[in-house]
């Protein structure tokens, strides 16, 4: 007899079926004889399935039907989930003419095999699932290692990251924009760092552009510029809540792009990212105008860009925004003059809750605008004001303001040119009033007389939990008041010191201290 429609079934793979699942049986009601024949010859066949097997692929011929059956049958065993009520695992199939029992009513949900830590995959069959909205794909992430294998992290729940080593080439890109079109399941998508160029954006955006469920979109240390801002600014009229094109060559002219979108009432765009992304004050007066009327940013990180000439607008804008809520534009070249626009800003703020103006060469002068914001804002709990040329003035001004303040939390005043004395006055601060939790005082010119000092803020303080004074040259004389005075603290559970300020010495003697053991002090 001539048999038609010939087909493959690689019977290793059924193996890996999960253990314990219904019985299905597969039926073809054809007029024709439906037969199968496999390897040896024989006319019909009943093919018994045994999870703890692993028989050789077969060669099946089947007509259009018993085809088509089949198809169904080993889907959705694939596909079974975990739930299903406990069977032993065997299924017989019988594509022969008439009629066909089943051992259980109740059809299996077409659900993916769950994706299991330490297994393989090609991306051919991840983007399967993800055309196939396989719930289990809620964050994608992409590594660029050059490798040609794919690994499963599970981390916790039901949340599945997918991380794939792999050098993103554009059929793959090609093949997962396509996958994209119809998933309503993934919500968040880490292609950073993976050489993407402005060609693969756009690509990939196609297969964005109406999705309703994509709500982080990560595509920082690629190749984006101006040429995709296009395509990549319709999606943030979508679903997507974070963006980040960080560490790209945006540039002014894609700024402006992206600032058009943020405009967009329909936005609902929370989070932004742009750090060193090549921007510069004609781009930058278009994001501060966006600013000004977006009503859904909380979160935008400007830092690395030469914004200077456009500090003031900028600081308008979000004087003008009601929800922004944290603000970095460290290494922006502000100065203190900026510093005293964005100062005005604190003031009348009353959603911003952490600005980070580290890096901007802001000195004394510009402290003193900042410190001034403090004693009237109620609503900040963290600044950084690292690296800033900041002396002992500086400090002592942004200690006054802690008085009045009463709110701030972290305090970040590490990498500048104060020391001792400006840190008595800080500490003075510290031993009546303040709710300071942190405190980053590395990396300055401090000595053992402000060990001392410290010591002495927390035999009274009990609000510090986290104290940096690494990357100072404090010595080993007053270690020993150090560990007195936190027999008495309950609240610092981190000390940050630094082995070459101790010197051996003192590292030596640190390391006879009890309060070195129960891991409050860490030597970095």
């Known amino acids: 007899m001539e048999m038609e429609h010939e087909m493959e079934i690689d019977m290793e793979k059924i193996a890996i079926l999960p253990p314990k699942t219904n019985n299905y049986i597969a039926k073809a009601n054809d007029s024709n004889n439906n037969v199968i024949e496999n390897q040896s010859g024989s006319s019909s066949s009943n093919i018994n399935i045994n999870s703890n097997s692993s028989p050789s692929p077969r060669r099946v011929k089947l007509k259009d ?43 299996p949900h077409k659900v993916h095999r769950k994706l299991i830590t330490g297994e393989s995959y090609t991306f051919h069959d991840i983007s399967k699932r993800v055309s196939n909205n396989d719930e289990d794909l809620i964050s994608f992430a992409v590594r660029s290692t050059g490798q040609n294998f794919l690994s499963i992290s599970v981390q916790g729940g039901e949340n599945v990251t997918l991380v794939l080593p792999l050098h993103l080439t554009g059929a793959k890109i090609d093949d997962f924009s396509a996958a994209l079109i119809n998933n309503t399941v ?230 500048n040119y104060f020391g001792d004395v400006g840190l008595k006055r800080l500490g003075t601060v510290l031993t009546i009033s303040g709710a300071l939790k942190e405190l980053d005082v590395s990396d300055s010119k401090l000595t053992s007389a402000s060990l001392t000092t410290m010591s002495d803020v927390l035999r009274t303080n009990d609000k510090l939990v986290v104290l940096n004074m690494s990357e100072n040259k404090i010595g080993s004389v007053e270690l020993q008041g150090l560990n007195h005075a936190l027999e008495v603290n309950d609240s610092l559970e981190v000390l940050y010191l630094s082995a070459d300020g101790l010197g051996q010495d003192g590292l030596d003697e640190l390391m006879q201290l009890e309060n070195f053991w129960d891991s409050r002090i860490i030597c970095i």
Not at 68 to 89: T, V
């Open 186 to 415: 993934l919500q968040k998508i880490d292609f950073r760092g993976n050489d993407l160029t402005d060609d693969n954006i756009i690509i990939l955006m196609k297969g964005l552009k109406n999705s309703t469920s994509l709500t982080s979109l990560n595509l920082s240390n690629n190749n984006v510029t101006v040429n995709s801002m296009a395509a990549l600014s319709k999606i943030v009229a979508t679903s997507l809540v974070t963006l980040n094109l960080s560490y790209n060559m945006i540039g002014d002219s894609g700024a402006q792009k992206l600032a058009t979108a943020i405009s967009n009432p329909n936005t609902m765009l929370r989070d932004l990212f742009l750090d060193t992304a090549a921007i510069k004050h004609y781009g930058a007066s278009f994001l501060a105008a966006a600013f000004a009327v977006n009503r859904s940013l909380e979160n935008i990180n400007l830092s690395g860009n030469l914004i200077s000439q456009s500090c003031k607008r900028i600081a308008f804008a979000i004087m003008r925004n009601v929800k922004l809520k944290n603000v970095q534009l460290g290494d922006a070249h502000l100065e203190s003059i900026g510093a005293e626009h964005f100062s005005r800003f604190m003031e009348s703020s009353t959603s911003l809750t952490s600005i980070d103006l580290f890096g901007n060469g802001i000195t004394d002068s510009g402290c003193f605008a900042i410190a001034n914001a403090l004693t009237v804002n109620r609503s900040i709990k963290r600044i950084c004001l690292k690296r800033n040329n900041i002396g002992d003035e500086g400090v002592g001004a942004i200690s006054s303001s802690l008085v009045a303040n009463g709110c701030l939390e972290s305090l970040d005043v590490g990498g």
């Open 65 to 107: 039907v018993a085809q088509s059956a089949m198809e169904d049958i080993l889907r959705e065993e694939a596909n079974a989930m975990d739930d299903i009520p406990k069977h032993d695992f065997s299924a017989d199939f019988d594509l022969s003419y008439g009629n066909t029992n089943t051992s259980s009513p109740t059809p």
